[in-house]
């Protein structure tokens, strides 16, 4: 059984870049409960793209981030490798809903949170399809389909997840999540 809850902040650096980092709590249990910490991943985003109104329809960024081994590997809470990922992101909107189409790649490490995951370190392809739309002028609503399959994994062994969720601006620049 596993439990977890992501912290994350965001920052906008400039108009076409962000920066991030993001700190797991886990909550594991295998043969009795371990609990703390997990791997902590810093990213960065650059808007290559952007969307030009009646020009353009679309834009195309690219993301890389690093997730360092701070949770304890022994307690199953961090994998103990450094992963490095990048990933192209194209994104559209039409009637209405925002698309976003992601691939990249793992070039070393591995793609585990706690005890799922693919634990095996190895190259890894990931990909993702999400979508998402304003409910009211405050309240958006979204789902995302994201996957990974890698070398010296078998297919049973790869992952898939969809999630749903959405966010609530509270202010101006603040959004609960």
């Not at 965001?10 to 791997?39: F, K, S, T």
């Not at 809470?77 to 189409?101: A, C, Q």
Request: proline share 3%.
């Amino acid at each position: 059984k596993q439990n977890w809850a992501n912290f994350s902040l965001g920052y906008g650096l400039c108009q076409r870049m962000e920066v991030g980092i993001v700190v797991p709590h886990l909550a594991i249990r295998e043969n009795a409960w371990n609990a703390g910490v997990g791997d902590t991943e810093l990213a960065a985003k650059v808007q290559l793209i952007p969307v030009v109104p009646e020009q353009r329809r679309f834009a195309v960024s690219f993301a890389t981030k690093v997730e360092v081994p701070t949770g304890n590997s022994q307690k199953s809470l961090g994998s103990g490798y450094v992963d490095w990922d990048n990933t192209l992101i194209v994104e559209s909107t039409f009637l209405g809903w925002t698309h976003r189409l992601n691939a990249g790649v793992t070039l070393f490490g591995n793609t585990s949170t706690g005890i799922e995951g693919i634990l095996v370190k190895t190259t890894i392809a990931n990909y993702g399809y999400s979508i998402s739309r304003p409910l009211t002028e405050r309240l958006r609503w979204g789902a995302e389909l994201t996957g990974a399959a890698a070398t010296h994994v078998s297919f049973e062994n790869s992952e898939m997840e969809l999630q749903t969720g959405g966010n609530y601006q509270i202010s101006k620049s603040v959004f609960l999540d």
